[in-house]
């Protein structure tokens, strides 16, 4: 990748990995093979279908990005469903449409240009979501108005917050293990939603889900961590995927009757998808 992409071209992008996340057996999130969390399958193909045009708009900032596709999303399904995905998305499709050396490096200036005014946006959009994390610390709280750029804002909710993690540690999820994932996935078994899958287990039993921790504690995300780890191996190791339908249908059943959603491993799955398809445009 080196010339700048196509606006609509990035927007498609965008809309084709969120359907394809959710074309996935993931563990606890929602997907085609069983809904939850008062949330279902239709929820997130509106939300898709709403925030991709912003997602690959011209002539906005970051900011301007995040919180125009989340009062697109709200506009549309009536709650949070992709605030993280939004999230991630924005830069990578700031650094998609700039001109100038490879995705990674067009990201990196994008993250090291953010602005005061691209938090007061995010923050806006973090409210309208109703969303809890970023900004959530004694300086720098959400329902302030933010006297940092967007960069230092998620270096405060780095401890806490993957997806902050992310925008201050360059995307190395996403750009390193998650692509990793994706790239083992498709050539053991090709361009398949069991790809996906691997990528969502690969996040699940490496990195404990911010999202279940900030709401049942670091000892839980913690264990189910470790809950997935063997099954992450035993997919790892598979030929045949449709073999490990009965133990990561069983896992799924478990974490959604504990209310538990890693809902921050189903969002650094989409920005993989995302990353890996402005890659290859």
């Not at 780095?158 to 201050?168: G, P, Q, S, V």
Request: aromatic content about 6%; charged content about 25%; glycine content about 8%.
């Amino acid at each position: 990748m080196s010339a700048p992409l196509k606006p609509d071209d990035v927007a498609q992008a965008f809309h084709d990995a969120c359907l394809a996340e959710l074309d996935a057996l993931k563990p606890g999130n929602v997907h085609r093979f069983a809904d939850g969390h008062r949330m279902s399958v239709v929820d997130f193909e509106a939300s898709a279908a709403a925030a991709a045009p912003t997602i690959g708009m011209l002539n906005l900032s970051v900011g301007e990005r995040i919180e125009q596709a989340v009062l697109a999303t709200k506009d549309a399904v009536g709650q949070n469903t992709n605030l993280g995905i939004i999230l991630l998305a924005a830069p990578l499709a700031q650094a998609a449409m700039g001109s100038d050396g490879t995705l990674r490096d067009r990201l990196a200036q994008v993250l090291r240009s953010l602005s005061v005014e691209d938090a007061r946006a995010a923050y806006r959009a973090i409210r309208v979501a109703e969303a809890g994390g970023l900004g959530e610390v004694a300086d720098h709280d959400i329902g302030a108005e933010p006297r940092i750029d967007l960069l230092e804002a998620m270096r405060a909710a780095e401890t806490r917050d993957r997806i902050a993690w992310n925008y201050t540690h360059d995307y190395v999820d996403i750009l390193e293990l998650g692509l990793k994932w994706r790239n083992g996935g498709l050539k053991r078994w090709g361009q398949t939603h069991w790809t996906t899958t691997y990528v969502f287990l690969g996040f699940l039993a490496h990195i404990p889900d911010t999202l279940i921790e900030r709401k049942f504690g670091a000892d839980a995300a913690s264990e189910i961590r470790d809950e997935a780890r063997p099954i992450e191996a035993s997919f790892s190791q598979c030929t045949k995927p449709d073999e490990m339908v009965a133990p990561l249908t069983a896992f799924d059943r478990s974490l959604k009757e504990r209310g538990l959603n890693p809902g921050t491993s189903a969002d650094l799955t989409v920005a993989t998808l995302f990353a890996s398809a402005l890659q290859a445009l």
